[in-house]
């Protein structure tokens, strides 16, 4: 059997903390960045929580005024609902009331009827 030699260690071989020690450092640095990454993305992540906190109040206050005008919008609907029906009922109590006597038509329209007297200025008691 022949005496086979044994390759040359190379310095990382021969030194094994030296090699550790640079890959650790350049893990180290690559952890350390990584680590900024994930602080920059929470608190950006931060930051969209609250603006999205916000805009959900926003929204609700938007469905409130909504929620009034909506409410607001079925009245006033009501009322233009009956207006025909009050219309109707004008038409119908001007044609059973009098005409004034002497009034000419030719000369000109006379005045309807007054149906509902309202008091234009305060009496003083």
């Known amino acids: 059997m ?21 890959r650790s450092s350049g893990q180290s640095s690559l952890l350390a960045t990584r680590i900024n990454e994930k602080k920059v993305e929470l608190e950006n992540l931060k ?14 206050a938007l469905e409130q005024k ?19 029906n009050v219309l109707r009922a004008i038409n119908m109590a001007s044609m059973k009331l009098p005409k004034p006597r002497g009034v000419d038509d030719e000369v000109g329209l006379p005045l309807p009827q007054t149906l509902v007297r309202i008091p234009s200025q305060l009496q003083q008691i």
């Open 2 to 22: 022949a005496f086979q030699s044994k390759p040359p260690l190379t310095s990382s071989l021969r030194h094994p903390s030296i090699g550790g020690s640079l």
């Open 66 to 84: 909504l929620a009034t005008l909506s409410d607001g919008t079925e009245a006033v609907a009501a009322v233009l609902a009956n207006w025909h």
């Open 47 to 60: 930051q969209l929580r609250d603006l999205s906190g916000d805009l959900a109040t926003q929204m609700q």
